[in-house]
């Protein structure tokens, strides 16, 4: 069983910058491969980023490329998204989830969510 925790979401005007972080227990952390999602309101929940468990490889969705960087540390157990030259676009609940020996775009392949932290950007 893995719990994920995230926090640093909130409020930033556009072209700003937040750091989310997500905080996992458990003594495997390195063999689960970690996302980041999120839903706006009245959307579905989309993939954003995703990073493998220990060679640190990463994958973008077209529309955080350049902007968003994922990374981890296994010594701390906490996965870590820099968001930077934030849009009102951007405005979203935003979940870490967690995938044991896995790392997809597809929501339906983790098996472990935190309960979110909000961002919004302002225009």
């Known amino acids: 069983q893995v719990q994920l925790v995230e926090s640093g979401g909130g409020l930033v005007q556009a072209g700003g910058s937040l750091r989310l972080s997500c905080a996992a227990s458990g003594r495997t952390f390195s063999s689960y491969g970690m996302g980041w999602f999120r839903q706006a309101p009245g959307k579905e929940r989309e993939f954003v980023t995703a990073?493998?468990?220990?060679?640190?490889?990463?994958y973008y969705a077209d529309s955080v490329k350049g902007r968003f960087t994922i990374s981890r540390d296994n010594a701390k157990n906490t996965v870590y998204l820099q968001m930077n030259s934030l849009k009102p676009e951007d405005t979203a609940v935003y979940y870490c989830?967690?995938?044991?020996?896995?790392?997809?775009?597809?929501?339906?392949?983790?098996?472990?969510w935190g309960q979110g932290t909000q961002v919004t950007v302002s225009s």
């Open positions: 989830a967690a995938c044991r020996y896995c790392t997809s775009n597809s929501r339906d392949e983790y098996h472990y």
């Open positions: 990073i493998t468990g220990s060679s640190g490889r990463t």
